[in-house]
């Protein structure tokens, strides 16, 4: 039997080598390319799972004529992730807001956990935006640092409700103080207006817990220019008055006027909103309770 | 030299077959593993940060409050609340709003709304609303809390039960209620606040109506509640506050007739500022075991008619 020469074996030996080494070297291009776009999925060498959300809960405060208006905004940030985190308060500045003041400064956060924070603030109650509080910081357990956006914002028109005429978000007016001897006794004609030039759409209106149908069904209040809303009042006398007395405010839920969505955020049918809005309170006096008792006098 | 006979075509026999099959599938996994590493290595380092998904929140805080007057009403002057075998009043009715935000790219579906604190056991809202992606809601939530005496004074607690839209990975989304809920003292001490004093156990007016310039309130027997004032006569002078007025009035109380309660007007005219409600109820001073009390009488709209409002 004949054997191969040397020269022949090594040539034979090089062609498996590189067959090999190219298959070698296609899985392993194939596994970076796969490591590379995958890695976001299954978190090699990303952060850990840490997740937090904020939200605004309360806006006291705003009452009286000094600009900018000052109030105090409660925060709740919320652990959802599997590890503790460190809240380090707020960045200084947002959208017409100016944090003063937080309690407290900083505070950690098990997983699963609500903390609050108390922040006293300075509204530009004139600014025609959306206001907006500054993001919250958050501390993650490999010391990076994550910046979490505030949600409800939109409540902070609510101290500004309470401030002077000239800056509130919304002011109502009667077309006539007192019912003409035309006009039903179940209607009346407020002209809403917003002074700053703030652009809102009304989306209830309620009197001491009782929703008013008006008309138009959707009020958009483009500006100073007052907008004529008729509202008209329930049949009977509710019995959410009886103990609480007849109201001589009406209670307004607002929302900026920009968002698209859907209406209305009645107990059956919600609506989803790029951010959910405000609910103010307009003081008409006792003209208001007087139609009010006018129409309920009338349907008894 | 001499050459070892080595014969490339040959056969190979079992064992080096079996061998050299084993060490290419090593040598691929292990080639494999390494370049799966360093390209989320390379990857994690640089790759733009991907923006972490944002988990959804929620807050809960009262919209509007009110007393139940539906229910069948006791004999005024007894203690409705303290006697079970009688039809209770003052039951609060609380509305709450909902307000829930999710920021992140998929719509959550909610399910129901857990709360502790509201009752004695935890209080469960079916919820059936879905939040788009990048959206918010707003829902208002009818609850019927307890505020009866024994209540533990807890802060209200809310959760959501939420699925993705196809009904799939139940998570629980924590509510943040209102800094007054959320509270020792919660919701019975918030509806303290802003409901009349004396709401859970009320007088009810059976009539009223203007009689001149008084106004004539009549109502079932009230010779055993034990109202506090000044005999003249058969008649009595008691001590009525409407809002936080002193009002001249007199009652004729007999016992097994229908009381009768007389504010004498004309009514002085009352400011009320900000946005304090016009009263609907007046507050009676009674003698109670624990010394002076005042007991709610509920009137109803007459009263608010009655009472002079325009002051200018």
């Known amino acids: 039997m004949r054997l191969p020469a040397i020269t022949e074996l090594a040539r034979r030996l090089d062609e498996r080598l590189d067959r090999r080494l190219t298959g070698v070297a296609l899985v392993g291009l194939l596994a970076f390319v796969a490591g590379y776009l995958g890695q976001g999925s299954w978190g090699v060498g990303t952060a850990t799972s840490s997740a937090a959300g904020a939200i605004v809960t309360d806006v006291v405060g705003g009452a009286g004529t000094r600009t900018p208006v000052p109030a105090t905004v409660s925060l709740a940030v919320t652990n959802v992730g599997l590890e503790r985190v460190r809240v380090l308060g707020t960045e200084a500045n947002g959208l017409g807001t100016v944090v003063q003041n937080l309690t407290p400064p900083d505070l950690e956060l098990d997983p699963g956990m609500i903390g609050r924070f108390d922040a006293d603030v300075t509204l530009d109650c004139k600014l025609s935006k959306p206001l907006r509080m500054p993001d919250v910081r958050l501390e993650l357990p490999n010391g990076k640092l994550r910046r979490i956006p505030v949600s409800g914002s939109g409540m902070l028109l609510e101290a500004c409700s309470r401030a002077a005429p000239s800056v509130r978000p919304l002011v109502a007016a009667l077309s006539t103080p007192t019912p003409t001897p035309t006009q039903p006794t179940h209607l009346l004609t407020v002209q809403l207006s917003s002074p700053t030039g703030r652009q809102v759409e009304v989306r209830n209106i309620r009197a001491g817990g009782v929703a008013l149908r008006i008309s138009p069904p959707t009020v958009t209040i483009t500006g100073r220019a007052p907008v004529d809303v008729q509202l008209t009042a329930p049949q009977g006398c509710p019995v959410q008055w009886l103990v609480a007395g007849v109201p001589t405010v009406l209670t307004v839920d607002l929302r900026p006027a920009s968002a698209p969505g859907p209406r209305p955020t009645s107990s059956q049918e919600p609506v989803s909103d790029a951010e959910f809005g405000s609910t103010v309170q307009l003081r008409l006096g006792p003209a208001l309770a007087s139609w009010l008792l006018a129409a309920c006098s009338a349907a008894s | ?312």
């Open chain 2, 1 to 312: 030299m001499t050459v070892p006979a080595w014969d490339l075509d040959a056969p190979a026999g079992p064992d080096r077959l079996v061998t050299g099959s084993r060490s290419a599938f090593i040598l691929l996994l292990a080639v494999g593993l390494a370049g799966l590493g360093l390209g989320g290595l390379a990857g994690s380092t640089l790759a733009p940060a991907a923006s972490p998904e944002l988990p959804a929140t929620g807050t809960l805080k009262i919209r509007d409050v009110h007393v139940n007057a539906s229910s069948p009403l006791p004999t005024a002057g007894s203690d409705a609340a303290s006697d079970d075998s009688k039809p209770r009043i003052g039951k609060a009715i609380v509305v709450f709003r909902l307000n829930v935000v999710n920021p992140g790219n998929q719509p959550v579906k909610l399910t129901g709304l857990a709360l502790d604190g509201v009752t004695r056991t935890s209080y469960l809202l079916p919820l059936n609303v879905q939040v788009a992606s990048h959206g918010s809601i707003a829902v208002d939530l009818t609850a019927y809390p307890d505020c009866s005496p024994g209540q533990e004074p807890v802060g209200v607690r809310a959760r959501l039960n939420a699925t993705e839209p196809d009904g799939s990975d139940l998570e629980t989304i924590r509510v943040a209620p209102a800094r007054t809920l959320s509270r020792i003292g919660g919701l019975c001490s918030q509806l303290n606040v802003a409901l009349p004093n004396g709401w859970q156990a009320p007088l009810w007016a059976n009539s009223a109506r203007p009689v001149g310039p008084d106004l004539e309130i009549t109502m079932d027997d009230l010779s055993s509640a034990r109202l506090d004032g000044i005999r003249v006569d058969d008649q009595l002078l008691p001590t009525v506050f409407i809002g936080d007025q002193l009002f001249p009035s007199s009652a004729h109380l007999r016992v097994g007739e229908t009381s009768v309660l007389r504010l004498h007007g004309p009514p002085p005219c009352i400011q009320f500022g900000g946005s304090t409600p016009i009263p609907s109820t007046a507050r009676l001073l009674v003698r109670g075991e624990q010394g002076m009390q005042q007991r709610l009488l509920i009137v109803g709209p007459e009263l608010a008619l009655w009472l002079r409002l325009d002051c200018d």
